[in-house]
């Protein structure tokens, strides 16, 4: 998109043919200071002691100094498209005389400007001319609200990702609005380049609006802003009965089965119950041999919902003899949906996010996952094991936002 403008400062003769050359080949951008200067010492031929055309949608600001005892009375501005005019009625006073005109309703277009000075006499100066662009209906819609790539809500604290904006088509960056824990709007703003913004006290429930800002150009007089997007964080995803002390819903001695997760009977090898275990405080702990059969396909798990976004979960292990040569072997799983595969589908299940399979060389666990759209997620431990004699007790799970 053009962003010509045109500004004169300490109009002489030589900046007139400056201003022509200038014109003819279009070098005035944005990325100068978007100002012509002359030697002060220069006799001022228009008596202008500035002037400028500065751009807007579907409109141009016109401003413009006249210098204390100037003997000019009179600007006139002839613009095409629409061979439109303008005069300027200038004051005699004591001091310098600035004035500025909107012209509204214009087409969107590259505008030429020219402007000339009239003196008590009627006589007039040498015709200066420039240009700028108008900007109107096709730049606005070119222009777009950020991507939102994801928001993960954490207590009160909530973090929000998005895609860079478009600096080509002058973003400035994009504005937040939220309802903090008081009940109080607040305002956040964010440059075009900055990714991520923590928004602190959010109220949960509530509607997160935002909206991005463009200038077309450095000298523009108008800011444009998107239509507003708007969306409803859900809180991060919690494991429910995930750390010693383990609840039980049932047990039977040493032995039962946990709360708030779902546990197939293959890991029921303890006369019908199995997962809980009394010892060490209340311990998560599925347990084959020393009397109990073999599990097979044994699941235990439980279902959150997660918002698009990265997350890592994370397990840590009091005591296990797992290894990595056992048939079968024990795993902790995420998939999308409820439930988890057998030991045998693992590579292939579509719905399977991540897994990562247990080893007694290892005892604390950080397992990596990316969702790209809110789910219903399950976090689960999945296990094959014989009846040589295999346990794992677990202390924790829990779900940590990911790098």
């Known amino acids: 998109m053009p962003c010509k403008i045109l500004i004169m400062k300490r109009i002489t003769p030589s900046l007139i043919l ?19 200067n002359t030697d002060e010492s220069e006799t001022s031929l228009a008596n202008l002691e500035s ?11 016109i401003k413009g100094s006249i210098p204390a005892g100037a003997s000019i009375t009179e600007v006139q501005i002839k613009w095409s498209p629409n061979d439109g005019s ?14 500025m005109r909107t012209m509204e309703n214009l087409t969107e277009d590259f505008y030429n400007f020219e402007v000339q000075t009239i003196d008590a006499s009627g006589k007039t100066s040498p015709v200066l001319a420039g240009g700028t662009q108008v900007y109107g209906e096709s730049y606005a819609d070119k222009i777009y609200n950020r991507t939102l790539v994801s928001k993960i809500l954490s207590d009160e604290k909530l973090v929000v990702n998005y895609n860079k904006l478009n600096s080509d088509l002058g973003a400035l960056g994009t504005e937040i609005t939220y309802e903090d824990t008081d009940g109080i709007t607040q305002e956040v703003f964010i440059s075009a380049t900055q990714t991520t913004v923590t928004l602190p006290e959010y109220k949960k429930g509530t509607d997160i609006n935002y909206r991005s ?5 450095q000298a523009a007089i108008d800011t444009i ?8 964080p859900i809180p991060f995803p919690v ?44 311990i ?13 396909n044994g699941k235990i798990y439980q279902m959150v919902i997660a918002d698009a976004g990265s997350y890592a979960l994370e397990v840590k292990i009091l005591y296990t003899n797992y290894s990595n040569a056992d048939e079968g072997g024990t795993y902790f799983v995420i998939t999308k949906g409820e439930g988890i595969p057998d030991v045998e589908n693992l590579d292939t299940a579509p719905e399977v996010v991540a897994y990562q399979r247990v080893d007694k060389a290892t005892l604390n666990y950080s397992v ?6 809110e789910s219903d997620i399950t976090v689960g431990f999945l296990t094959s094991q014989s009846d040589a004699g295999r346990y794992g007790q677990i202390s924790s799970f829990t779900i940590v936002p990911g790098s």
């Open 213 to 217: 800002l463009y200038k077309p150009s």
């Open 86 to 99: 303008m005069s300027i009625d200038i004051p005699q006073t004591s001091e310098n005389f600035e004035f």
């Open 18 to 36: 400056l201003l022509s050359i200038v014109f003819a080949s279009s070098i005035i951008s944005c990325d100068s200071d978007d100002t012509l």
């Open 51 to 61: 002037f400028a055309v500065l751009p807007g949608m579907n409109r141009v600001q």
């Open 225 to 232: 802003y998107t239509s507003s997007s708007s969306f409803q």
């Open 239 to 282: 494991l429910q009965n995930a750390a010693v002390p383990f609840e039980a819903t049932s047990s039977s001695g040493r032995w039962g089965t946990l709360a708030v997760w779902t546990s197939n009977e293959a890991v029921k090898n303890h006369g019908g119950y199995g997962g809980w275990d009394q010892k060490y405080n209340n």
């Open 368 to 373: 990596p996952f990316t969702l790209e759209e």
């Open 284 to 296: 998560f702990n599925v347990e084959s041999g020393w009397g109990a059969p073999a599990v097979t």
